[in-house]
């Protein structure tokens, strides 16, 4: 498959893992009962898009010959995909917070596309 196909599929991957980690968040923010089916639907989408994100971005990896020789900035981008994997937990037990944690995520998502854009190391 072609490097733009990668490439929208990877960018598509994060934005369902933001969309699920918002929507649980928004839910915990909202009251301690978090309502089932919907609380499912994200975190459904949550997963499916980290799933996404992981193939479409070593997909991207293998367009760009890296595979013998992994930079920095993938391994860094790798060590952030785990992290918004993990963020689920940290949005439905903490999210009461709110604030500080969605500026975690934001944080993070503007780490990812920086290594991504700039490829710095």
Do not use: D
């Not at 009962?33 to 639907?41: G, I, S, T």
């Amino acid at each position: 498959m072609s490097y733009e196909f990668y490439k929208i599929m990877h960018v598509t991957g994060f934005i369902m893992v933001f969309l699920g980690l918002a929507g649980v968040l928004a839910l915990r923010m909202a009251g301690p009962n978090l309502p089932k089916r919907a609380y499912m639907l994200f975190v459904i989408t949550h997963g499916i898009g980290l799933l996404i994100a992981f193939v479409a971005g070593f997909g991207l990896a293998a367009r760009l010959n890296m595979f013998q020789n992994l930079p920095i900035w993938v391994w860094a981008k790798i060590a952030i995909w785990l992290v918004l994997g993990g963020a689920m937990a940290l949005a439905k037990r903490r999210g009461q917070i709110g604030t500080p944690i969605l500026v975690l995520l934001i944080g993070l998502g503007g780490t990812a596309a920086w290594l991504a854009i700039t490829k710095p190391f």
